[in-house]
């Protein structure tokens, strides 16, 4: 799917498992929404909230229609997807791409487990 960011390498086995991608030079989203460099270190990029910077509509809608169209396509094909946040969507130009598509495959919980879990006991 052009959507889709590609994996160069994959493997695992019963303990483990190791994903490979092509590194981006433009980031993720989130890169871009708090104007951070990719190969900066954790804090430094996400921890000034002096540089936190919203986007434009135009960009909102472009950006929010491919992560609609590609959630779609995986929704139609049954493959669960949960880990949908702005450090998961790579930027690729002008373009979108959803990163670890894997997690589910793999078991790990989604990312926002913790916070419908808690609505679980509501009628």
Known sequence: HPYIYKIT?????????LVIRPFSEKG???????????????????????????LELQQ?????????????FLHEK??????????????????CKLLDLENSL???PSFYRSYVSQFRKIN
Do not use: W
């Not at 472009?62 to 590609?70: H, P």
């Open 9 to 17: 390498f994959a493997t695992a086995n019963e303990s483990s498992a």
């Open 28 to 54: 993720t989203l989130k890169d871009l929404i708090y104007k951070a460099k990719p190969k900066d270190p954790f804090l430094k990029k996400y921890c000034n909230p002096k540089k936190i910077q919203g």
């Open 60 to 72: 909102i809608k472009t950006y929010g229609r491919q992560i609609l169209e590609v959630l779609k």
């Open 78 to 95: 049954g493959f669960p997807y949960g880990h949908l946040h702005s450090a998961n969507v790579m930027l690729d130009g002008d373009t």
């Open 106 to 108: 793999l078991g790990l």
